[in-house]
C-alpha cells in the first residue's frame, strides 16, 4: 500500500508539472499567435488570443490547433469624417495547422462578428440624425430607424433654404426607416425607403442625399469579408467568414 500511495504522489507530481508547463506553453503561444495574427492581418493593434483544447503541447505536436479566439480592438465604423468603435468584434479560427518550421499557419476557416449599438450609429450619423430601433416586424426585414429635426439635418449638411420658406421647416421632423445592406465586403449601406414629401421644390432629393450614407468598417482582418447583417434591439449585428487564412509572420 505504501508503495501504492508513493506511485501515486509521484503521478501526481509529474502530471501538476505537465499541465504548468502545458499553461507555460499555451500562454507564450497565444503572445506569438498575436503579433502574427496583427502583422499578416494589416490590423493596427495586437489582438487577444485564446487557443482552446487541452493538452496544448499534444496539439503541437500534431500540428494542428482545433479552435483559436481572438478578440480584436481598434474596429471602426466612420461615415462622413465621424468615427465609432466596434463592439464586441471576436474572429474564430478553425483546423489551423502548423507548418513545419512553426514560422507560419493556416487556418481553413475563420468566422468574425461584431456589434454597433445604436448610439454609436448616432454618433456616425449626419448631424442631427439619430438612429434607433425600428421595431421587430420591420428590424426582421434590416431596418432601422432614423428621425432628426429638419433645419438641423439641412443646416448639418450645409444646405440652405431660401428664406419665404423657412417658417413652412421650421419645427418639422423627419421620421424615416432606412435599410441596411452590406456592399464591398467592408461597408455599411444605409438608404431610406420613404421620405415624407416637403413644400419646397427641390428639397426631398436633398434630405434624401443627406440620410443616404454608408458606414465604412476599418480594422477587420483582411481575409474577413461582411456578408451578413442583422437588425437587433441593440444595434446592428454583423459577421463574415474567411478560408484558408494565412498567420505568416
Known amino acids: 500500500m505504501r508503495a501504492l500511495r508513493i506511485v501515486l504522489i509521484i503521478a ?3 502530471g501538476g508539472l505537465f499541465v504548468a508547463a502545458d499553461r507555460l506553453a499555451v500562454a507564450l503561444a497565444e503572445d506569438e499567435a498575436a503579433e502574427k495574427i496583427r502583422s499578416s492581418q494589416a490590423l493596427t493593434s495586437s489582438p487577444e488570443v485564446s487557443i482552446k483544447g487541452f493538452p496544448f503541447l499534444t496539439q503541437v505536436a500534431s500540428k494542428q490547433l482545433d479552435e483559436v479566439d481572438v478578440g480584436l480592438t481598434g474596429v ?7 468615427s465609432v468603435q466596434v463592439a464586441e468584434v471576436e474572429a474564430e479560427l478553425r483546423d489551423v495547422r502548423i507548418d513545419g518550421s512553426f514560422s ?3 487556418a481553413d476557416r475563420v468566422t468574425g462578428s461584431a456589434r454597433i449599438s445604436y448610439a454609436d450609429l448616432t454618433e456616425a450619423a449626419p448631424k442631427g440624425a439619430k438612429v434607433g430601433y425600428a421595431g421587430a416586424d420591420r428590424a426582421g426585414k434590416g431596418q432601422v430607424k432614423v428621425t432628426g429635426p429638419l433645419t438641423d439635418l439641412l443646416e448639418g449638411a450645409g444646405i440652405g433654404v431660401p428664406g419665404p420658406f423657412a417658417d413652412l421647416l421650421e419645427g418639422r421632423t423627419i421620421t424615416t426607416y432606412s435599410t441596411v445592406v452590406l456592399s464591398g465586403g467592408d461597408t455599411v449601406r444605409l438608404r431610406a425607403d420613404g421620405l415624407p414629401r416637403l413644400p419646397v421644390p427641390g428639397l426631398d ?3 434624401r442625399q443627406v440620410l443616404d450614407y454608408d458606414l465604412k468598417i476599418d480594422g477587420l482582418p483582411s481575409s474577413i469579408k461582411l456578408d451578413k447583417i ?10 463574415g467568414t ?3 487564412v494565412s498567420l505568416a509572420g
Open 205 to 207: 432629393a436633398k434630405v
Open 76 to 82: 471602426t465604423a466612420s461615415a462622413g469624417g465621424h
Open 12 to 14: 501526481v507530481v509529474l
Open 230 to 239: 442583422t437588425a437587433t434591439q441593440g444595434g446592428l449585428e454583423f459577421s
Open 242 to 244: 474567411g478560408t484558408d
Open 104 to 106: 507560419s499557419a493556416t
